[in-house]
């Protein structure tokens, strides 16, 4: 088996048709396994799966049980000499996933990579980025990420077209050699929907493998799929899983000082949105109350359950 292919859905049936679609059409010579787990979802998604797609290999849990637990799901049976992470709301373009898995049997230095990635419109997504440290969070609370010359967080600057080893593969299409996962283990479970693979690419480049940008072929990524209805408690979660990176690599120390970056961020956001909305600004006042809700909710980013 070349690729096992691991995508979770929750409440998304449309977007992981359309997804399914586009694997099935790329794979090329590929001799592949497609796993969906799905989180609960309510919406029909398991019917379309019988109905459509009967060779997918379903896991039907009866609830949410986050990002990382349910792709661990998978990962456990999968029996692919690679496995890739892949969103529900991606559509996979041409010959990226014979190319990716190509690149990796051609550098078994490589422990993670990701390819290309598209926004909706066609332009490139930062998928390939810096990992979160406190000097960057603080560029960003300041600003400095919208200069992209200053981004060093997620290398706005950089057109993603070349190689390049960086730090963090984005989890809506990451592609990992299983020899490195048998030696890494799989996604902490601890973190539900934000951070797992962040921690993942830091553990796999603390056992010495390479986690590398290549540009092989396009994925599009249309951004937001089962959190699009969340709207500020979105935030909320990012912040948590921030927050928990941190406190896992960083200790105490490092997880409080990392919350109160972010708690300045979003009060200092709502400030500034509340302020705006007052000039009449088309958006500013809908930006401000989501601002303001992040921040009512803030004690709700502290991680529990973490471990030191």
């Known amino acids: 088996m070349d690729l096992s292919i691991v995508i979770v859905n929750w409440n998304t049936r449309d977007l ?3 997804c399914l679609a586009s694997v099935f059409a790329g794979l090329g010579a590929l001799q592949v ?12 998604s398991l019917a379309m799966l019988a109905a459509e797609f009967p060779d997918v290999i379903t896991i039907a849990n009866p609830d949410n049980r986050g990002f ?24 996979v373009h041409d010959s990226v996933l014979p190319d990716s898995v190509a690149f990796l ?27 979160p440290s406190l000097g960057r ?23 993603r077209r070349g190689l390049r080893h960086v730090e963090v593969i984005s989890g809506c299409a990451m592609l990992v050699r299983r020899a490195a996962m048998d030696q ?23 056992k010495g493998w390479q986690v590398v940008f290549a540009p092989v072929g396009e994925i599009t990524h249309f951004g937001g799929g089962s959190v699009r209805s969340l709207n ?18 960083g200790g105490l120390a490092g997880g409080l000082a990392c919350y109160g970056l972010l708690a300045v961020f979003n009060a200092s956001r709502a400030l500034l949105w509340s302020a705006v909305s007052l000039t009449r600004r088309p958006g ?5 109350k989501h601002f303001l809700a992040v921040c009512a909710e803030f004690g709700r980013a502290w991680p529990r359950g973490v471990h030191s």
């Open 68 to 91: 990382a637990a349910a792709n661990n799901q998978a990962l456990i049976l999968a029996k692919g000499r690679h496995v890739m992470l892949l969103n529900t709301d991606t559509l």
């Open 33 to 44: 396994e497609v796993f969906v787990v799905d989180n609960g979802s309510t919406d029909g």
């Open 184 to 206: 890494v283990g799989l996604l902490d479970a601890k973190f539900f929907f934000y951070g797992e693979e962040t921690d993942w690419c830091r553990r796999f480049a603390a």
């Open 105 to 131: 049997d051609a550098h078994p230095q490589v422990g993670v990579m990701g390819p290309r990635i598209l926004n909706r419109d066609g332009s490139v997504q930062a998928s390939a980025t810096s990992y």
């Open 284 to 288: 500013a006042a809908a930006r401000a």
């Open 137 to 159: 969070l603080v560029g960003q609370t300041l600003g400095l990420n919208h200069i992209p010359a200053m981004d060093g967080y997620r290398m706005s600057g950089w057109d």
């Open 16 to 18: 992981l048709r359309d």
């Open 232 to 249: 500020h408690r979105r935030d909320v979660m990012l912040t948590e899983g921030t927050v928990r990176l941190h406190r896992k690599h």
